[in-house]
T-cell receptor, first 115, second 119 residues
Framework: GENVEQHPSTLSVQEGDSAVIKCTYS??????FPWYKQELGKRPQLIID?????GEKKDQRIAVTLNKTAKHFSLHITETQPEDSAVYFC?????FGGGADGLTFGKGTHLIIQP | GAVVSQHPSWVICKSGTSVKIECRSLDFQATTMFWYRQFPKQSLMLMATSNEGSKATYEQGVEKDKFLINHASLTLSTLTVTSAHPEDSSFYIC???????????????FGPGTRLTVL
């Protein structure tokens, strides 16, 4: 089955600086890679996702890059703000003609934005 | 749009009893729903995939006789934890994938989760 590794487990950055979180996956059949933000006791919120036929996607201060050959993808947050503090999870799954698999999540990164 | 609800939001039960958790997609139809479990300060682990009108598919290591899943309609899936024990205490979260979603997307909308505590 799929295995997703995520690093670092904790990331502390100064407000206004950039944050980068990296993930690797093992199953070359995976073709959909979302990133979720989860605040304590709350549901995961999708912040950005990317398909395997795209190398990069950007949405305002958030961007994701994907290297299919190396099987890794990264989340980039620029101009970090205090409200960006949360746990971030990467995930991978396979979408196919008849449906889709469930998500395999990384272990999460606790992002701390220092004022 | 794309709202998923779960009920109850939290439940405390005695060891040996069964607990049913409901997951509903409120404004869309979901042929496929997923059940995840999250222990404190850990990641989400996929337990099972629930397809409307058919048997659920369980991940390796998840006991299908202990975690009963029913997906009787396009907007409702239920998870029943049978004969619950303290080690089943966890945060159970469902997600729903809208029917007809483009084949290259697997966007899933998560419910708010159910905190189960077994005494």
């Amino acid at each position: 089955g799929e295995n997703v590794e995520q690093h670092p487990s904790t990331l502390s950055v100064q407000e206004g600086d950039s944050a980068v979180i990296k993930c690797t996956y093992s199953d070359s059949a995976s073709n959909y890679f979302p990133w979720y933000k989860q605040e304590l006791g709350k549901r995961p919120q999708l912040i950005i996702d990317i398909r395997s036929n795209v190398g990069e996607k950007k949405d305002q201060r958030i961007a994701v890059t994907l290297n299919k050959t190396a099987k890794h993808f990264s989340l980039h947050i620029t101009e970090t703000q205090p409200e960006d503090s949360a746990v971030y999870f990467c995930a991978a799954s396979q979408v196919f003609g008849g449906g889709a698999d469930g998500l395999t999540f990384g272990k999460g990164t606790h992002l701390i934005i220092q004022p | 749009g794309a709202v998923v609800s779960q009920h109850p939001s939290w439940v405390i039960c005695k060891s040996g009893t069964s607990v049913k958790i409901e997951c509903r997609s409120l404004d869309f139809q979901a042929t496929t729903m997923f059940w995840y479990r999250q222990f404190p300060k850990q990641s989400l682990m996929l337990m099972a995939t629930s397809n409307e009108g058919s048997k659920a598919t369980y991940e390796q290591g998840v006991e299908k006789d202990k975690f009963l899943i029913n997906h009787a309609s396009l907007t409702l899936s239920t998870l029943t934890v049978t004969s619950a024990h303290p080690e089943d205490s966890s945060f159970y979260i469902c997600s729903a994938r809208p029917t007809g979603l483009a084949r290259t997307y697997n966007e899933q909308f998560f419910g708010p989760g159910t905190r189960l505590t077994v005494l």
